[in-house]
C-alpha cells in the first residue's frame, strides 16, 4: 500500500458514456497527477494539481476533464471517449510540487478499456 | 527534445546480478529516479540521483553520471519477486519527470 488510492481498479466504457475516476491521498501531500500509461510506451503527465490549483494541462483533449476539491481529492471526468484512450491511468502525489526532487506515490491505476 | 532510452526487456537468472540501463536528454536536470512496477501495480519509488555516483540500498543500486547523461540500477542476489518493470525517469528544469518507457526484467529459475 502507497497510501494512494484509486477507483475503480477497472473500467468498460462506450464511447458515449460518461464515467469518473477517482483518486484518494492519505499521505498529507500537496500535489496530486494523473497519468496516462499504454504498453510500452512511457508514462504521460495529463494534469497536475499543487495546493488544489491546476498548474499542469499537457495538451489534453477535452473529453478528459480534471477536478481536484481538496489536496487528498483528484478526480478525472470522461466523456465521449476513443478507444485509443483505452490505457492504465494512475493517479500519483507528492509532498510539494515546488521541488520536483520529491518522491511521487503511485495509485495502484484504473485499467480503462473504451468499445 | 526530452528523451529517455531504456531496454525494452531484459532476462536473468535468479541468484544473479542484472544491470539496467538508461540514458536520458532533459532541457535541465534535477535529478534521476527509478521506480519498480510489478503487472497490475502501482510504480513504487527506488531510488533517486542527483549527485554522480553510485547509491547502495540493500540489494538495489543506482549510479549517475550527469556529463553522460547516464544512469544505471543494479539489482543483485535476484530474485523471483524482482520479475518486473524497471521506470527511469529524470527530473527537468520545470521539476517535471520525463519517463522512460520501462524495462520488463524477466527473472528465470
Known amino acids: 500500500e502507497t497510501g494512494v488510492t484509486q477507483t475503480p481498479r477497472h473500467l468498460v466504457m462506450g464511447m458515449t458514456n460518461k464515467k469518473s475516476l477517482k483518486c484518494e491521498q492519505h499521505?498529507?501531500?500537496?500535489?496530486m497527477y494523473w497519468y496516462k500509461q499504454s504498453a510500452k510506451k512511457p508514462l504521460e503527465l495529463m494534469f497536475v494539481y499543487n495546493f488544489k490549483e491546476q498548474t499542469e494541462n499537457n495538451s489534453v483533449p477535452s473529453r478528459f476533464s480534471p477536478e481536484c476539491p481538496n489536496s487528498s481529492h483528484l478526480f478525472l471526468h470522461l466523456h465521449t471517449l476513443q478507444p485509443e484512450d483505452s490505457a492504465l491511468y494512475l493517479c500519483?502525489?507528492?509532498?510539494?510540487?515546488?521541488?520536483?526532487?520529491?518522491?511521487?506515490?503511485f495509485g495502484p491505476g484504473t485499467r480503462l478499456t473504451v468499445l | 527534445g526530452q528523451n529517455i532510452d531504456q531496454p525494452t526487456e531484459m532476462t536473468a537468472t535468479e541468484g544473479a546480478i542484472v544491470q539496467i540501463n538508461c540514458t536520458y536528454q532533459t532541457s535541465g536536470f534535477n535529478g534521476l529516479f527509478w521506480y519498480q512496477q510489478h503487472a497490475g501495480e502501482a510504480p513504487t519509488f527506488l531510488s533517486y540521483n542527483v549527485l554522480d555516483g553510485l547509491e547502495e540500498k540493500g540489494r538495489f543500486s543506482s549510479f549517475l553520471s550527469r556529463s553522460k547523461g547516464y544512469s544505471y540500477l543494479l539489482l543483485k542476489e535476484l530474485q523471483m519477486k524482482d520479475s518486473a518493470s524497471y521506470l527511469c525517469?529524470?527530473?527537468?528544469?520545470?521539476?517535471?519527470?520525463?519517463w522512460g518507457a520501462g524495462t520488463k526484467l524477466i527473472i528465470k529459475p
Open positions: 525517469a529524470a527530473s527537468d528544469s520545470n521539476y517535471q519527470l520525463i
Open positions: 499521505l498529507g501531500h500537496n500535489a
Open positions: 500519483a502525489s507528492s509532498q510539494e510540487l515546488a521541488s520536483g526532487t520529491d518522491t511521487q506515490y
